[in-house]
Each structure stands twice: as C-alpha cells, then as structure tokens.
C-alpha cells in the first residue's frame, strides 16, 4: 500500500555531489521510520542512514560525515545529500519505510563513483 520511488542517481565524478529523492505514495513520516541501504556488487545491503519518526537521524560510521538525510513533510520526499563521494560509495541505493515489523523497498537508484 505504501510505495516508495528514488531517483537522483547517476554518474559522478570523485569528490562530487548527489541528492537522492525517495517520493512516497502518502503521508506516513509522522509514523515510519525510514532508511536508506545500499548493496554495492558482491557485498550484502547495509544501511547508511535513517531518520525516524521524530526527525533522528543516524549514518554509518562509512558515511559519517559526508551524507545527510532529511525529509520534507509537505512534499512527502526524504532526501539523501551525498558529498565527497569515493569509488567505494558505488551502489544501487534503496529507500526504506518501517512501522514495527512492516517494512517497504523501493525499487533502488544507481549511484556510480568515476575514479
């Protein structure tokens, strides 16, 4: 019922800059907790950060620093500000929406580093 859709990525030279969108279907910020993962080849997907319900965010130590999350209510979109980007940073990125036990994917966005 809740669909997730992310756009914003591409190609990007080293030391760059992306923002990510991920657009939801309907008002759900005030009750979801939402992520953002990436599964880069060969590896397992991990989350890179989130933000609640309540505005908290969090990042992985890898990102620490250099990514932003943040989400507007009136829009319905969470964002992802992406800086300095390394070779390592390349995925396929996904958004994420969970209330308790129920979660929902998008469909992902590829975020390639040039280096």
């Known amino acids: 019922q809740v669909q997730l859709v992310e756009s914003g990525g591409g190609l990007v030279q080293a030391g760059g800059s992306l923002r990510l969108s991920c657009a939801t279907s309907r008002s759900i910020f005030s009750y979801y907790d939402m992520g953002w993962y990436r599964q880069a080849p060969g590896k397992q997907r991990e989350l890179v950060a989130s933000?609640?319900?309540?505005?908290?965010?969090n990042y992985a130590d890898s990102v620490k620093g250099r990514f932003t999350t943040s989400k507007d209510i009136a829009e319905n979109t969470m964002y992802l500000q992406m800086r300095s980007l390394k070779l390592e940073d390349t995925a396929v990125y996904y958004c994420?929406?969970?209330?308790?036990?129920?979660?929902?994917w998008g469909q992902g966005t590829q975020v390639t580093d040039s280096s």
């Open positions: 933000i609640t319900s309540g505005g908290s965010t």
């Open positions: 994420n929406a969970r209330l308790t036990i129920t979660g929902y």
